[in-house]
């Protein structure tokens, strides 16, 4: 694997390899082996971030790596190109995370690197590295269950979190899972080999009780341009206790109203583990492409 742009650049086994390592990392995090020292990891965020961004730069440092971060005075103010940029950055880094409003942007960018580029988000369109952790998630909590029922909520047409996901589940399961979405999905995953059904919001109710896992996201506002999504659920309390009482709720976070504080302390609530789990995925895929 050469970049990772896309979850198309991974192979199955590729997948098993970082999900095995990130696995064998979780328990022992705090005394895992330097074994990227001298690397270096350049992270290049036109766009905002807290996780990914520094997910990746904890996983670096854990490793034994180093970081370096283009400036927000870079001379990208000056009229510098993103090609140029990149082109510079991959003369000192080893390998490249970046993040870029615009959706498809990835291949071209990567024709500027001499080194790897890590794609941490482009637009609406993948966010590979999420889709690992949140597949990493998956089987952490529901890898007893031969059938899974999963819901997508909130605005799924502009999530690149739930594209990317679904993509890699096609590739290494879950394969025996019914899938809900309270609104169209991509037209890229509508060829899905999973039974699914787009229920209205108004019916979630009616079906939460058969979900095991229920997979928010907030609305994607930066991306609507002058189609803004419909998406307006918020998940109460009510709904909460309707729900299986070994499901799990999932959302890659940042949250706004659709998932309030007080969900938190529910023991449905593994988002925040599910941040966390970035850590050790990040520092199984560093190793695994450096
Ligand atoms: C997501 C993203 O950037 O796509 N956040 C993340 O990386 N954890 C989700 C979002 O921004 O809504």
């Known amino acids: 694997m050469r970049h990772l742009l896309s979850v198309d650049d991974l192979q199955a086994t590729d997948v098993e390899i970082i999900l095995q390592n990130a696995s064998r ?24 971030s807290t996780r990914t961004k520094l997910s990746f730069k904890t996983a670096m440092y854990k490793l034994g790596g180093q970081v370096i971060d283009l400036p927000p005075d870079s001379s990208q103010k000056k009229g510098e190109s993103e090609a140029d940029t990149i082109k510079v950055i991959s003369q000192y880094a080893d390998v490249l995370v970046i993040r870029h409003p615009q959706e498809g942007i990835m291949e071209e960018l990567a024709h500027y690197s001499d080194v790897p580029i890590i794609n941490a988000g482009d637009g609406a369109g993948e966010h590979p590295t999420q889709a690992l952790l949140d597949l990493y998630t998956i089987r952490q909590y529901k890898s007893n269950k031969d059938h899974l029922t999963i819901m997508f909520t909130g605005d799924i047409h502009y999530s690149r979190t739930i594209k990317s996901l679904l993509k890699l589940m096609m590739k290494a399961g ?35 009780e058969e979900v095991d896992i229920l997979y928010m996201t907030r609305p994607q506002k930066e991306r609507w341009g002058s189609n ?42 593994k988002y925040f583990q599910q941040a966390k789990n970035g850590l050790y995925v990040r520092m199984a895929l560093l190793k695994y492409m450096l």
């Open 25 to 48: 990392i979780h328990p022992n995090v705090k005394n895992f082996g330097l074994n990227l020292s001298g690397r270096i990891l350049a992270t290049l965020f036109f766009e905002p």
């Open 174 to 208: 879950p394969h025996n899972v019914r899938l809900y979405f309270t609104n169209e999905v991509n037209c890229d995953i509508k060829d899905l080999n999973y039974c699914y059904n787009i229920i209205e919001e108004s019916e979630i109710e009616k079906n939460i």
């Open 228 to 269: 803004p999504s419909q998406a307006s659920f918020i998940l109460t309390k009510d709904l909460l206790n309707k729900m299986k009482a070994d499901a799990i709720i999932m959302h890659p976070l940042p949250r706004n109203e659709e998932l309030p504080g007080e969900i938190d302390e529910n023991h449905r609530a």
